[in-house]
């Protein structure tokens, strides 16, 4: 018997304005992203996890773990830089519309 957890999608989609607000969320820090001047050790890894996190919400409702963990290693690649902050919060804002973090037991 499999005993992985498994990843349900929620209900809604396209329609869903969560998922139209964390896109033009994805969508504002890859065009900040991409002007910043800056050099970036993790930049091809943003860029990578960025284009990933768009594709996931343009299909539709994605999974949230799928979510949460393409948040993580953004954030671990840009976190530092102070300029991008603003539109890190709003897709991390975005993520968290669709379900606030597990609660432990």
């Known amino acids: 018997m499999d005993q992985r957890p498994r990843c349900v999608?929620?209900?809604?989609?396209?329609?869903?304005?969560?998922v139209r607000e964390l896109r033009g969320a994805v969508s504002r820090l890859r065009r900040q992203l991409a002007v910043l001047p800056a050099e970036?050790?993790?930049?091809a890894v943003a860029d990578e996890e960025l284009a990933a996190l768009y594709a996931m919400v343009s299909d539709g409702l994605p999974e949230v773990p799928r979510l949460r963990r393409s948040l993580l290693l953004i954030?671990?690649?840009?976190?530092?830089?102070?300029?991008?902050?603003?539109?890190?919060?709003?897709?991390?804002?975005?993520?968290?519309?669709f379900g606030g973090l597990p609660r432990g037991r």
């Not at 929620?10 to 869903?16: I, Q, T």
């Not at 970036?40 to 930049?43: E, G, Q, W, Y």
């Not at 709003?90 to 519309?97: A, L, M, P, S």
């Open 40 to 43: 970036l050790p993790d930049r």
């Open 75 to 97: 954030a671990g690649a840009v976190g530092s830089v102070s300029a991008l902050s603003p539109a890190l919060t709003e897709v991390r804002e975005g993520i968290d519309r």
């Open 9 to 18: 999608r929620p209900a809604g989609g396209e329609g869903d304005p969560r």
